[in-house]
């Protein structure tokens, strides 16, 4: 189970080589996958929305894909904003609907690698019921679900992955449910891979998400992420700083631990790649029973 061996993205030297491979870069290797005029983007000040999405922009860029084969779809949220950053084919769908949209997308467009990139919000709330048919589906995207434990855009409010006793602006005394544990609900809804890692994990975070671009099949990454502003500031956590010291000091790597396990509910941040296996896909699925069929009926 363990991760492929690193590689170095920070390095001047590959730096220097995307430069040289595409002009179009301006002062930042990155540079030609975003939307530049519209930076600044609307984040909060030590929101860790920024380090996924160049997390992202770094797998993409080393998995050799290119951008005009990939699409980008997401939900409402402050990680729905990604969609329109994004200098390639990227969609930002209604409240829940990513998922969806990006089933028909993949479906019409086989060859196009598809991310959906969204929040836990969006994600297992208003659209949890499609991420769980899309899981059992094993259609060929990947989720990435940036996972900052409430509805920050919207003001904090509890969400499906608020922590148990933890303040928000809707649980003022702290809250009383069991939350999600994510890895838990994709594995068991049929994903063929399953990561978890947090802001403070860069260098995993990438190399994880470049196997989930080069893989086929449902992959899901969740990533814990500082929202200082409609979480942190109410649970100890008033900086994205304060945050990432936290997953340091609180997070161990267990490659291939058990998802039913790894519930957030306890004091320990369990990260890791815990599923990573092959399953035939709701494309190659359906190709094989719809000849099937047309067999038994002897149609040509
Ligand atoms: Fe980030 Fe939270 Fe601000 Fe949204 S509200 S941009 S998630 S810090």
Redesign the pocket.
């Known amino acids: 189970m363990s991760i492929r061996k690193s590689r170095n993205y920070f390095s001047p030297d590959y730096m220097n080589q995307q430069k040289e491979k595409d002009k179009s870069y301006g002062l930042h290797p990155l540079d030609g996958y975003l939307k530049k005029d519209r930076i600044p983007h ?3 000040p ?4 920024g380090v996924v999405l160049s997390s992202f922009l770094r797998a993409l860029d080393h998995s050799g894909i290119p951008k005009e084969k990939t699409a980008v779809v997401s939900g409402i ?3 729905g904003r990604v969609a329109g950053y994004l200098n390639m084919d990227s969609f930002h769908l209604t409240h829940g609907r990513a998922i969806p949209f990006a089933t028909g997308l993949k479906v019409g467009n086989p060859d196009m690698v598809t991310t959906v990139f969204s ?1 836990d919000g969006d994600l297992f709330a208003i659209g949890g019921n499609h991420f769980i048919h899309a899981a059992r589906r094993n259609v060929d995207f990947n989720v990435i679900c ?1 996972n ?1 434990f ?1 509805f ?2 919207t003001g ?1 409010q509890a969400g499906p992955t608020t922590p148990t006793e933890a303040t928000t602006t809707t649980t003022p005394f702290g809250g009383f449910e069991h939350p999600f544990n994510l890895p838990a609900v994709a594995a068991g809804s049929g994903a063929v891979y399953v990561a978890r890692w947090t802001a403070y994990h860069v260098e995993a975070l990438i190399r994880s998400l470049e196997e989930a671009l080069n893989k086929k099949g449902f992959c899901f990454v969740e990533v814990l ?8 500031r109410r649970t100890g956590q008033k900086t ?1 700083k304060e945050a990432m010291k936290y997953y340091k000091e609180n997070s161990r790597i267990e490659h291939g631990a058990d998802p039913t396990e790894v519930s957030l509910d306890q004091d320990e941040i369990i990260v890791g790649k815990f599923v990573d296996r092959e399953a035939p896909t709701y494309q190659e699925r359906r190709g094989e029973i719809f000849q099937a069929i047309r067999k038994k009926k002897g149609v040509e």
């Open positions: 609307i984040w909060c030590g929101c860790g929305l949220g402050c990680t929040g940036v900052n409430n920050g855009m904090g992420t500082p929202c200082p502003t409609g979480y942190g994205g």
